[in-house]
């Protein structure tokens, strides 16, 4: 399986290794690892530092005949590590100029703290080449290319006080305050500002270095509001500079420079849109797409500039989000509860009811209608358990007195205002120690407020029925936001010199050639992927496992599902799976009803004393039910059983391209493996051991962070995620789950998993050292061997983390190695995945269009013209588009060792792609790095509790302590029968 084209192969095969996993013969090899080492301890590879090999094998040290030592970024040899036990400072040295573009001195630092100096130390790689790999197809991109002057822009740093005000309300205190001060500060210029601290101009104030206070007066409702507003000199922000970088002369973007031009790009925008992120937003004009429970979907586009190799680009794309509709209160109540008429409601919320509208409401900002043109607004802190005409506050009276007054008493003699629905709740808006009350009848919802709360799966499919356009489409809407933008009018951009195109960027792509995939059986049939897909039909899996002890549990009532719909569907799964090369034998052990979540537990504790080596349970689910978590947490967390769910729609009318895909589930789930990739087809890497690693970190859905006010200078802010802030324990408790996954075998095939509880909204991740040790040792004992090289594919990173990410966990596999064995230094590639961008291709030619959408052929590929100016990034189209505008994945190489040119690191990426063992399709980003995700999120169910009031369940809760965390890591503690296979497949 692995040729030696003329130099040794590593995973040599003496002393009888040739039997193992995913590897064929190789040479032998006089240092190979001995039997003894075989059974290596869990403290590290076991004894495969002490063999006495000859440097060629996995018995002894890396080799150093090979280049291997003089790449790993580890110093200048293996020495520098023996002479630095693990529990000291540790060598972390760099490598040479001809590799990385950086000093070859090595610095000394420690594994978990900052680096030594600055982030200059980790410098990503440069472009090795371009690719050539591929059949070449004209491209369109929605980048618009930009034209800036040279010379410099000027930065100030702007101070408002009173702050802590809304970056629109700050937008409106610098316009004001350029407006009124024109000449005699900013010189008839129009500077440009970022809502928050930063104003650009393109020639220098007359203020010179010195600290100048200014004062601006906004017109208030009721009364004017003055600002005392400071402005500072900060520093030239050179153009000069960027179009170095832009020329390739220097490796390093200036960021100031791109700060500088975002900002003058964006601030137009920013003040006739609803800025969201890097989108802006307007309310809805001829369209409506409302989404249930008050919400409905807006429309807008995004807008952000990047470097690219000799120009400045302006990414521009259609963007949709979920908005709160500006409405009353009453029919927002009413749409969440699904109230149809509020007349028809009579009577006071019930508590269920009351405890669903506050979780919707709070932190909404509303505004009042009962004190005529005066429209204040508020925000929402709770929702009273008592209604208007019973909830109370203190009441001072002109003598001095204080009373209890209720609420609906108090607007009857205030306002002569007799309340329409007493009976219901009142909102409590502002601080909640101030007890303000108010109606829900004089209430509106104030428009613009962005729903960051998660949608429902109706409201979800209803986003992205609205939402997707085929790509043609979408081109030409891209097109019509460019020509109404009118770029080259506005007036900011003038003053600074800059024009846009108004066309679409074209670039030449490739589309890279599918591999091709090996099946097992007696055909061992091979097959070519046709536009990232291929089917089942006439090929069995490679290694299928038999099922002779498995029962079949029904948490859907027999009215639902009957008795005939499962014995039909045991049936067909038998035939089906018995095609697929994975026979299941006999009838099922076990076939019962149950109901309720309550019940999963003690069943599969019955099945497991019970059924000696029971290796499946095949689960049928009336639909989305708490159900689904408990089963996971119980079999994969106490017991160790292999379960795989079915919804029940798909019992009762069972298909065969369901049953097969349930039969690439169920396979790998066993240990199996379906397919693999043609081992004569794979690229060099594989020549020699090498570990595949996913990491993904997923973080809990945003919840509203509040901080009420009552101030007349501006109205009150939503603060998310502001350390600041006193968290809430509804906050705390939800924490970030990472997860990295490694393959197990040569193919690769075989993956396993590890996974960890960490603080909330963390993306680097905490213990990586540990869970890389964990799977290195794991891919020893599966295979015998020590990979020589680790791929390390790392999703959810945006490009504002890259540095931070790198040098902690680029550190922490390092430590893993050296902690296993000193000297060990695998090569290591750190490649980060992104799928959160709006970089959009399309064929330039219709002729290269395909299926109903239009996209573009799966495989498709760009390295040049969007890309980096000097990175070695590249764009990759790997999947089937099939519904609205197919989105490249995006691979930025931060860290390489190994020295991959463009055509191997792809080819490599692509074909991963198609080694994802759950469908017969290539997905969109390489199946590690997908695995990982699938891991993570599997996690959260296994932190829902047993608590089956809703669908949803509850999570874990409690303060963010080290008791609390400890506590969420042991309820995500895979059973040692379950980790050893894919049971997140």
């Not at 079915?646 to 789930?669: D, F």
């Not at 998310?720 to 490694?742: D, H, M, R």
Request: aromatic share 8%; with cysteine; hydrophobic share 35%.
């Amino acid at each position: 399986m692995y040729a030696p084209l003329g130099t040794p192969n590593f995973f040599a095969s003496g002393n009888g290794n040739s039997g193992l996993p995913g590897f064929g013969n190789g040479l032998s090899c006089t240092g190979s690892i001995g039997p003894g080492s075989r059974s290596s301890s869990s403290s590290s590879f076991g004894s495969i530092g002490s063999s006495s090999g000859n440097g060629n094998c996995l018995g002894g040290m890396a080799p150093t005949g090979n280049g291997l030592t003089n790449i790993l970024g580890l110093g200048s040899g293996v020495g520098n590590l023996q002479n630095n036990p693990i529990s000291g400072s540790v060598s972390l040295g760099t490598p040479s100029v001809s590799q990385q573009g950086m000093s070859s001195s090595p610095g000394l630092t420690r594994p978990n703290g900052p680096p030594n100096g600055s982030l200059q130390e980790f410098l990503c790689p440069p472009r090795p080449d371009h690719g050539s790999e591929g059949r070449v197809i004209s491209l369109k991109v929605n980048h618009f290319q930009v034209r800036i002057p040279k010379g410099f822009i000027h930065h100030y740093d702007i101070s408002i006080q009173p702050d802590k005000c809304p970056r629109r309300v700050n937008r409106d205190i610098v316009d004001t305050m350029v407006q009124a001060y024109s000449q005699k500060v900013f010189n008839g210029q129009r500077p440009v500002f970022d809502g928050r601290k930063n104003l650009y101009s393109r020639d220098p104030l007359p203020i010179g270095r010195e600290r100048v206070e200014l004062e601006v007066t906004l017109p208030g409702e009721g009364r004017d509001r003055v600002f005392r507003v400071a402005i500072k000199f900060v520093a030239q922000a050179s153009l000069y500079a960027l179009e170095e970088a832009l020329e390739g002369k220097s490796s390093q973007v200036p960021v100031d420079a791109i700060q500088a031009l975002d900002v003058i790009m964006r601030h137009l925008p920013s003040m006739t849109y609803t800025p969201v992120g890097r989108s802006f937003f307007s309310p809805p004009e001829g369209y409506s797409h409302p989404l249930g429970g008050g919400r409905e979907v807006w429309f807008g586009f995004h807008q952000s500039v990047r470097p690219s190799y000799w120009k400045m680009m302006l990414n521009i794309d259609v963007s949709a989000t979920a908005f709160y509709k500006a409405q009353p209160v009453i029919e927002f109540m009413c749409e969440v509860l699904d109230i149809q008429d509020m007349q028809e409601q009579r009577r006071p919320l019930a508590d269920s009811q009351r405890v669903k509208f506050t979780k919707e409401i709070r932190g909404l900002k509303v505004e009042i209608t009962h004190c005529g043109t005066m429209k204040r607004k508020y925000r929402v802190c709770n929702v009273t358990r008592r209604p208007a005409q019973t909830q109370s506050f203190p009441l001072q009276l002109d003598s001095g007195q204080t009373i209890e007054c209720t609420v609906a008493k108090y607007f009857l003699e205030r306002y002569k205002m007799k309340l329409q629905f007493p009976y219901l709740p009142c909102l409590q808006v502002g601080q909640e120690q101030k007890h303000t009350y108010l109606p829900l009848e004089v209430c509106n919802i104030v428009g613009g407020q962005r729903c960051i709360k998660k949608l429902t799966d109706l409201q979800t499919s209803t986003m992205i029925k609205v939402t997707a356009r085929p790509a043609p489409d979408r081109e030409k809407e891209i097109n019509n936001l460019v020509r109404k933008a009118d770029f080259n009018n506005d007036p900011y951009l003038k003053t600074f010199g800059i024009t846009v195109s108004n066309h679409m960027t074209e670039v030449q792509g490739r589309v890279l050639p599918p591999p091709k995939l090996q099946y097992g059986g007696r055909t061992k049939a091979q097959v070519i992927p046709n536009q990232g897909v291929w089917d089942m039909r006439g090929k069995q899996l490679y290694q299928g496992i038999q099922i002779r002890i498995w029962a079949i549990a029904c948490f859907a009532p027999s009215r639902t599902v009957g008795e005939e719909a499962l014995r039909n569907f045991s049936q067909q799964l038998q035939r089906i799976s018995n095609d697929a090369g994975m026979p299941i034998m006999g009838q099922p052990c076990f076939c019962k009803y149950a109901a309720g979540a309550d019940q999963v537990e003690p069943m599969f504790r019955y099945l497991k004393n019970t059924y000696p080596g029971l290796q499946l349970i095949v689960v049928a689910l009336p639909g989305k039910t708490p159900v689904y978590a408990e089963v996971k947490r119980v079999g994969e967390i106490m017991f160790g059983l292999a379960t795989q769910c079915v919804q029940a729609k798909n019992v009762n009318k069972t298909s065969p391209q369901t049953l097969s895909n349930l039969c690439l589930k169920i396979n790998v789930k066993l240990g199996g493996i379906n397919s693999i990739l043609l081992p004569s087809i794979r690229p060099a890497v594989f020549r020699e051991p090498v570990i595949f690693l996913g990491a993904d970190v997923t973080h809990p859905p945003l919840i509203d962070r509040f901080k009420p006010s009552l101030s007349l200078n501006c109205d009150p802010v939503v603060v998310i995620g502001n350390s600041t802030q006193l968290p809430t324990v509804e906050y705390c408790s939800k924490p970030s789950i990472a997860a990295v996954v490694a393959s197990m075998d040569a193919h690769p095939s075989r993956y396993s998993a590890t996974v960890r509880v960490q603080p909330h909204r963390q993306e680097i991740i905490q213990d990586l050292a540990t869970m890389v040790r964990e799977l290195l040792m794991q891919f020893y004992r599966s295979t015998h061997f020590k990979p020589t090289r680790i791929i390390f594919y790392r999703d959810g990173v945006s490009e504002g983390q890259f540095m931070q990410v790198l040098v902690h966990e680029l550190r922490a596999i390092r430590e893993a190695c050296m902690k296993l064995e000193v000297g060990y230094q695998p090569g290591i590639t750190f490649i980060v995945v992104q799928k959160r961008h709006h970089t959009r291709l399309f064929c330039a030619d219709k002729k290269d269009q395909i299926g109903k959408s239009g996209n573009i052929p799966a495989g498709t590929t760009v390295d040049v013209g969007i890309t980096h100016p000097t990175e070695f990034d590249f764009y990759l189209c790997s999947h089937a588009g099939i519904q609205g505008t197919s989105r490249p994945s995006h691979y930025h190489v931060l860290w390489d060792d190994n020295h991959f040119n463009s055509d191997d690191l792809q080819m490599l990426t692509y074909q991963l792609c198609h080694t994802y063992v759950r469908c017969t399709r290539s997905v969109s980003i390489p199946a590690p790095a997908y695995y990982a995700h699938l891991v993570a999120f599997r996690a959260r169910y296994h932190l829902v509790e047993k608590e089956h009031d809703s669908a949803e369940g509850s999570q874990l809760s409690g303060n963010s302590d080290e008791r609390n965390l400890a506590a969420m890591a042991r309820a995500i503690s895979v059973h040692p029968d379950t980790i050893k296979v894919m049971y997140f497949a």
